[in-house]
């Protein structure tokens, strides 16, 4: 038992897996339909774009910055693939790749200019991104929806569940980042840097990182992986709306970012607990309507699960710690 | 005398300053309730078609978002710009009154199209709305039992809790459920709230259906709603079993109708109403038609309509019903 204990304690992300499994078992209790392949469908369906800003968001993070524009990104880039479906469909449909990706890379590259060029808070100046970008979305569109009929077929099947795979492409896809993201975080020169950047960003030049380069970085793979979430909102809503689309993405992407043990002080986090904190926040999405929760309620529901898990782990921590002071009493 | 004859100059100005306006065409303007809303293009549409063919200046504002009190400004500018009419689909029933009785003190007509002032009628001209909403729930409960077999358990899933229009409706479908005996064996098990967010929306689809196996239909009276329940059962093939229908734009059913997934659903034509409103604009300021309860007048490809009770005209008596033979006559 204690040995149970203490992996938990030691082991942020066997926290967050325990409470996705108690979570399901209580609702699973009151729902048995709750614990099905099908239920898992819909959760896994609720969390690919979420995922995929999610990634980008822990790498802006744990480099001691937020990036609150990324609904905003993810909006706009959209719309520049929604435009090239409707007003050019005779382009090949796959250039929505380069395209959505390429403006969200600009865009993040934009925040990464304003914060390391003038030393600006990145929550300012993303706060402030995010209505510019917002705002550029109206004006190209002209405030007009891209319909479903403009969205091509290809592209909305990658949501459906294929007759070969019997999972939708777009969930491989959000899983895919987020291995390709441990491996460029664990495993290269550079990914290492966001780290020593975010633990201690006074020091961080003087053991030679290149802060502006890093900084850059972060923001620009941000935004180009908003970009892709972009399309994938089309992919799976099958439209591109100048006001909703990507609209409170921020909030849901570092929810998840936290609940999956992020220090939102920098240095600290793993892409494992991140990919749980998107499962919870799925799961609680999915279960909510299913427990029949009326929507009034359900905003309020959401926010405690967030705080709830935020308690826990600071609890869990403050745990540990005393564990490891008391051995290392023990031992001197 | 120096002051008397600044006066009268004064007076002279102001009435060159008048006729100059006289001369001008008549400005109408139309504030819809946000921007980037595809069910404002079509009221625009019919404001814009009418403009053309009555030699008058349209032009079409809304804020970024429907907030309560997002239009006031907008109102304040288009008195400032000195237009004639101002037509509006109001995002609150008593925030406005201030500013239209400002408006309407300047002389300016003013209408509310699509929506009206309840309980404040008197701080506008007139109102003008695209269907009786009180058939609006008898129709869509006849349609939906057509669909069914007038037998089997049907669910509602709707746009926000508080949405005054849709409570009005569903109101009304609960009511003829359980007076009209047509509709005996139809028994409706739950009413459910998307939020008019595609996501929302469909997870409490994916719910009614784990939730409730022997759903035979579920009617959305909203757009976004009725959009999302036909992708949840698009994607799971199951639109033999489950008939989805309520009200929804052509435009966005389109692909829904053209592949079976939905078979009929219903919606008025918002663009009668900017062609409606346009046409009693004119009339009111050229003095042909008195706005006062009771009287009548001819409106081209609508026939006669009728100012009744507070002053409101509707736009066409029943609601239009769109499936695969007629969906293709549609744009907006």
Known sequence: MSAVLNFLIRRREAGIFVMIVLFCLFVGVQKPQFLTLDSLRIVLLLTPLIMIGAMGQMMVIVARHVDLSIGSILGLSAMVSGMMFRYMPDMPWFLCFPLSIGTGMLLGFVNGLLITTFRLPAIIVTLGTLN????LTFIISNAKQIDRQYVPSILKSMSQPSPTLAVPLIIFLSFAIAVATY??????????QIFALGSNPVAAPLRGINVTQVTLLVFTLS???????GIMYASRWGFVN???????????????VVIGGVSINGGVGTVLGTVLGVLLLGCVGAALPLLGIPGTTQNAIYGSVILVALLIDRLVRAQGNRGVTQRAGASS | MLKKSLLIGLAAGLAMVTTAFAADPIKIVYIGKNTGNPYFDSITGGFEDACKEKGCEFEFVAPATAEATSQIPFIEAQIQRGVNVIGIAPNSPDALNQVLDDARAKGILVLTVNGDLVGNESHRDATILPVDFTKTGPNQV??????????GEIAILSATTEAPDQNTWIAAMNDTLANDAKYKDMKLVATVYGDDQPEKSTT??????ANYPNLVGVIAPTTVGIAAAAQVVQQRGIADKVHVTGLGLPSEMRDFIKD???????LWSPYNEGWLAVHFALGVLDGSIKNEVGASFDVPNLGKVTIADKNAMIAQPELTTFDASNIDNFNF
Not at chain 1, 132 to 135: K, Q
Not at chain 2, 142 to 151: A, V
Not at chain 2, 204 to 209: D, F, G, I, R, S
């Open chain 1, 132 to 135: 510019l970008y917002r705002g």
């Open chain 1, 183 to 192: 491996w460029f975080l664990m495993h290269t020169r550079i990914g290492r």
């Open chain 1, 223 to 229: 935004g180009a992986l908003s970009g892709l979430a």
């Open chain 1, 242 to 256: 100048p006001s909703n689309t990507g609209a409170g993405f921020e909030f849901q992407v570092i929810a998840a």
């Open chain 2, 142 to 151: 006849e349609l939906m039992g057509s669909l069914i077999g007038y037998k």
């Open chain 2, 204 to 209: 409490e689809m994916e719910a009614l259906l």
């Open chain 2, 260 to 266: 079976g997934t939905v078979k009929a659903f219903q």
